[in-house]
Each structure stands twice: as structure tokens, then as C-alpha cells.
């Protein structure tokens, strides 16, 4: 499916020092305690659907996770689309990413198609998505020039290797910080007020244009 609607346009993304912070602290936060834990993202990318979780995810709304004021909409539906898919409900994951459209909701359609082995799709939302700031920030995790675009070649090159295998497991840790900082970026754009319960002082610089 083809985008409808352009993208807007991300700046200049911020330098290699900013906006890295403890993406744990998403798991005390009092709104996602109940939905996400280190378990959570350990067990990413599923084989199969957290059944345990489809309960709490169905009964999930924009107003319990957002009771205040949403600072950014499009934002909010993009933690909508992270939760589902950090679970392994692609499905569901997906029939609310795709009708974001903005850079960041191209970023999570990209991520769900390459979770679900359509790889020429998700290369064609990553290019959608342009430069974002995100990309940078994994890249800073990982301590290596990431490419979105290489990483969906890699993950397909790996389609038959053992799951235990070194390059297995070095993949999903790799996605798993992707999912981390984009996530993270998200909840904090979507947040109106500071997103992280643990500090409220902390709030990370806003891409200003998700």
C-alpha cells in the first residue's frame, strides 16, 4: 500500500550526544507498567502473538494512556502501533500504522513488514521515512553507521540461520533497540507533559515534526 499523503520533512537530526536517555524508564512508567517490561522486549521480535497480552492491548485506548492532553496525535497513535507490535500482533500493528501519515508512522509500517518477512514493502516504507532523527540515535547506540534499508537485506540473508546462531541473536538486538529509541521517541512527542515518571525533569528534545 502506497502512501496517500506526503511526509513532512524531518530536520537536521540532533548530534550524536543528545536525546540518548535510559529507555528502561519506560517500564515504571505508571501508564505502561502493565504493558511493557524488560521481559517484553527480551521476547521482540515474537515468532508468535503474546497472548497473555491481547486482553490488556484490546481494552487499550488513547484516553487511558493519554488522560491529559495529547501533545501530538499522530505520535500517539504511533505508541498505539509499538505496543501491538512489540507483542507480536502484526496484524494489529499494522492497520494502525498505516494510516499514519507521517515519516514516524512509515517508520513502524517498515518495521512490521520486515517482521513479517515482506521485505521489498518494508525497504519502500524505510524510504519513505527519510532522514530521521531516530537513525541516528540507534546508530549512536550501536556504535555503528546503521542503514534501516541494509538491516532489512541482513534479516532476510538470515531467514534460514538457527535462531541461536551469533547473527541471530546480534539481529534481534539490533531491532530491539530500534524499537527502543523509536518507541521512546514517541511516547515523549505524544506526552504534553514530562514523559517519564521516574524523572520528571528529564524530557527529551522533540523532532518537532513526527
Known sequence: ?????????????????????DTTLLFHHPRLSDLLSSKSLDGYPRPQPNQNMRRALDALTLAKLFPGEIANAAAAQC??????????????????????????????????????????????????????????????RLQVAWNPSDFVDQCERLQKTPLESPAQMTARHVAQVEWQELFTDCWAQANSGPPFAKDAAMNLPRTGDL
Open 79 to 140: 505508541v498505539m502501533s509499538g505496543l501491538w507490535l512489540v507483542h507480536g500482533f502484526l496484524d494489529q500493528a499494522h492497520e494502525i500504522c498505516q494510516s499514519i501519515p507521517t515519516a514516524t508512522g512509515s517508520f513502524w509500517h517498515a518495521i512490521m513488514h520486515r517482521l513479517e518477512g515482506d521485505y521489498w514493502n518494508s525497504k519502500y516504507w524505510y524510504r519513505q521515512v527519510g532522514r530521521h532523527a531516530v537513525i541516528e540515535r540507534i546508530a549512536v
Open 1 to 21: 500500500m502506497k502512501p496517500t499523503q506526503s511526509k513532512q520533512e524531518h530536520g537536521t537530526p540532533r548530534s550524536t550526544h543528545q536525546g540518548l536517555v
